[in-house]
């Protein structure tokens, strides 16, 4: 089965810096989302990229997607205290069954 | 901007009773899911749903579980027997259409089971 996995770690950086996460996973895909999570809360959608895809941009956030090395990662610039959340990938292989990874947890400090 | 909505957020139960956990979908959207997050764990697919029936179901849906759309616009998931390992929060989510689009997902309903 598909599965997100992100590479599992704990991010504290200082507001204005720039947040890196990383998420590979195993088999073929449709598209890939991140999502962010606030703790307690619901799952907020951020970005999809599409297979046919290697990189898009919103806002503050730039996701690429390696479609080879079966990876993405999550750039999120100038970072807020607001952005401090719990943020998952999750894969679709076009059944639109979404496989979460187990999330990275952002700290951002003001 | 138009959203998932769930009721209720909290539902604590006595292992063994019968659960049902209402979600609103977005109007226009036409694919419903649950998702469930056991605490501290991932986020795990449960079950989709369109056109008032299963599209695709996980290891996890077994019989104890089923969903269904009884008005037209709420989309519940019920818990027959409740065990103690149900207690996890409850995702809803919906979608326009499948393939290339977002799923929005509702606050979540946490399940407590004692």
């Known amino acids: 089965s598909q599965q997100g996995e992100e590479d599992p770690q704990a991010l504290s950086i200082q507001e204005g810096e720039n947040a890196t996460m990383n998420c590979s996973y195993k088999t073929s895909i449709n598209n890939l989302q991140w999502y962010r999570q606030n703790s307690g809360r619901g799952l907020v959608h951020l970005i999809l990229?599409?297979?046919?895809?290697r990189e898009k941009h919103s806002g503050r956030l730039r996701v690429t997607l390696d479609t080879s090395k079966k990876s993405s990662s999550l750039l999120i610039t100038a970072s807020r205290a607001a952005d401090t959340a719990s943020y998952f990938c999750?894969?679709?292989?076009?059944?639109?069954?979404?496989?979460f990874g187990k999330g990275n947890q952002v700290v951002v400090i003001p | 901007e138009p959203e998932v909505t769930q009721t209720p957020s909290h539902q604590v139960t006595q292992m063994g009773q019968e659960v049902i956990l209402r979600c609103v979908p977005i109007?226009?959207?036409?694919?419903f899911y649950w998702y469930r997050q056991i605490l501290g764990q991932k986020v795990e697919f449960l079950v989709s749903?369109?056109?008032?029936?299963?599209?695709?179901k996980s290891e996890i849906f077994d019989d104890q579980f089923s969903v269904e759309r009884p008005d037209g616009s709420n989309f519940t998931l019920k818990i027959r027997s409740t065990k103690l390992e149900d207690s996890a929060m409850y995702f809803c989510a919906t979608n326009r259409d499948r393939g290339l689009y977002e799923q929005y997902f509702g606050p979540g309903t946490r399940l407590t089971v004692t």
């Open positions: 749903f369109y056109n008032n029936e299963i599209s695709e």
């Open positions: 990229i599409r297979s046919n895809e």
């Open positions: 109007s226009n959207h036409l694919y």
């Open positions: 999750a894969t679709d292989g076009g059944n639109n069954r979404l496989a």
